[in-house]
C-alpha cells in the first residue's frame, strides 16, 4: 500500500511538502506541484479521505454511535470526546438501545448526517448486515467486533482469552453459579458459550439485568436459601458490585469467602473488593487506537492492521496495566 513517504521519495521532496499539495494548506511552488501531483497520478495514490480532511480543518464532525445501556458505552464516548477535543475537532452523538435495529438507526443516522468517521460500538447487529455496512461505507469504524475483511477499520479485544483466564481462576472443587444477562451481547454471548463449554466443574445459571440493585437482591436470597455458591461468575459488573457488597455486611466478621470472578470491572477502593477478581476490558484504548486508525495519513504496517488487546486481571484492589497489544 502507497504511503506518502513513498510518493516524497520519488518526488524528491519532503513528507511535509507532499502532505501541503495533497491537503492543498499551504502554498508550494507551482511546478513542484504540478511534479508531484503527477506521480500522485501515476502511481494512483489515494489517501485516506479522514486525514485529509482534519489536514484541511474542514471536517464536518466525527459521529460516534455507542450503547446507552451496556456498562462500556460510557467509555467510548468519554475516549471520543476526550479525542475530538483535543484534536479540535467537532463530534456528533447517537446512543443506542441494546437492540439491533437501535444500533442500526443510530450508525445509519450519522452517515446521513455526513459525519466521516463514523465510529460505532455495535453488539447486536448481525455479522452480514454489519458487513454489508462497511462495504458501502468506507468512512464506518467498529470498536470491538472484528468484521470480514475490514481489519483496518476494527480494533477489537481478545474475548477467548479473558473468557479461558476466567476459567483458570475457577478452583476444581468450586461449587459455582454463573449469572449471564438476559439478553446478552455479541462478545458477552461468544465469552459465555466458551465459559459454559470448558468450565470443568458443576455450575448453576441465573440470568439478570447488570444492576448493584439486583447483585445485591441476589446475594440475599442465596444467603437466606442456605445454597451458597463459593464461586460466582458473572459478565455484569454492577452485579458483581451488589453481591459482593452484601456477602461483606453478613460475613466480613467471618471467616467465610466468596470468589466472584466478573469482566470489565475496574475495582474501586472498597472493602469488598477482596472478594472480586475482574478481567480488565480496556474499551477506552480500543477507541482511541481505533480513531487512530481512522485518522492514519500513511499505510497501516501489518502490526496496526490487524489490532487485538489482551485482558489483565484486576484483583484485590491491586491495578495492572489495562492491556498489551499483540
Known sequence: MLT?????????????????????????????????????????????????????????????????????????????????????????????????????????????????????????????????????????????????????????????????????????????????????????HYRETIIREQLEVPFLEHRTTDSFNNGENLMRDLISSNDMPNTIITDLPSTAMGLASVFYDHFSNSKRHINIITFGNYCSPSPFNAYITSVTYPLALLTEKLLDKAFALEALTDEQLVQKFLPTINRSQSYTSNALLL
Do not use: W
Open 4 to 188: 506518502i513517504k513513498d510518493i516524497a521519495k520519488k518526488a524528491g521532496v519532503s513528507q511535509a511538502t507532499v502532505s501541503r499539495v495533497i491537503n492543498n494548506t499551504k502554498t508550494v511552488k507551482q511546478e513542484t506541484r504540478r511534479h508531484i501531483e503527477q506521480i500522485i497520478k501515476e502511481l494512483n495514490y489515494k489517501p485516506n479521505p479522514n486525514a485529509v480532511m482534519l489536514g484541511k480543518k474542514n471536517i464536518y464532525a466525527i459521529g460516534i454511535a455507542y450503547s446507552k445501556y451496556l456498562n462500556t458505552g460510557y467509555k467510548v464516548l468519554q475516549k471520543a470526546e476526550a479525542y475530538t477535543s483535543k484534536k479540535n475537532i467537532p463530534i456528533q452523538v447517537k446512543s443506542a438501545e441494546p437492540d439491533a435495529n437501535s444500533e442500526l438507526d443510530a450508525i445509519t443516522s450519522l452517515l446521513s448526517y455526513g459525519c466521516s468517521p463514523v465510529v460505532a460500538q455495535a453488539q447486536y447487529i448481525d455479522d452480514t448486515t454489519l458487513r454489508n455496512l462497511m462495504v458501502y461505507y468506507p468512512n464506518l469504524y467498529i470498536i470491538d467486533r472484528f468484521v470480514k475483511p475490514f481489519p483496518e477499520r476494527c480494533v477489537t479485544f481478545d474475548h477467548q482469552k479473558a473468557a479461558e483466564m476466567i476459567i483458570d481462576f475457577v478452583q476444581k472443587d468450586s461449587n459455582c453459579l454463573c449469572i449471564n444477562d438476559i439478553k446478552p451481547a455479541f462478545n458477552a
